[in-house]
């Protein structure tokens, strides 16, 4: 078969792929240093004080990553159901160390959609603690920051089973 001709046919794309790969290869290797950083982070993070930690997340250039920021939201999902007041301590924690990420670094419409997780988590935390109007109140501020997020339709998912209480613990 004949192909045609033109300027998006026949063109070697190769080397632009590998040119725009080589770009990203430093954030993609941050990236993995941060995930692997973070359970050691956790750890550390949870052995201080309640005041302590939001210290450490807002000032020390340690703490802030976002992949500490989701390891905090699965511990408060994981403690949520148990102790509700716990797991709202550790989802608020979540929402000040996203307050204190680098927008620049991680992106705008990531950041907003960490903001969304954090304020879904709160929510379900409170609607365990039996405060259906805490919850809502939570779960509205979610839904305005996925307005500004990636519009993952996953995490559009993810809080609606958040309001209906069909979220696994």
């Given at each position: ?22 770009g ?47 390891l905090?939201?699965v ?26 990420l ?18 879904m ?49």
């Amino acid at each position: 078969s004949r192909r045609p001709k033109g300027p998006s046919f026949g063109q070697p794309y190769g080397p632009a792929i590998d040119a725009v790969l080589a770009g990203m290869r430093p954030r993609i290797r941050s990236a993995e240093q941060e995930w692997a950083e973070a359970p050691g982070l956790l750890a550390e993070l949870l052995r201080h004080t309640l005041a302590r930690r939001e210290l450490l997340v807002r000032n020390s250039s340690r703490f802030q990553s976002l992949a500490l920021c989701g390891l905090l939201l699965v511990r408060s999902h994981e403690e949520s159901a148990e102790d509700p007041w716990h797991g709202e301590r550790l989802a608020a924690l979540a929402l000040l160390l996203a307050e204190s990420l680098d927008a620049d670094w991680y992106g705008d419409w990531a950041l907003a959609d960490a903001h969304a997780r954090c304020w879904m988590q709160i929510g379900n935390a409170r609607r365990f603690a039996a405060d259906p109007v805490g919850a809502e109140r939570a779960f509205r501020a979610a839904e305005a920051y996925l307005r500004e997020g990636t519009g993952d339709w996953e995490e559009q998912a993810r809080l609606a089973a958040y309001r209906t209480g069909k979220v696994r613990t």
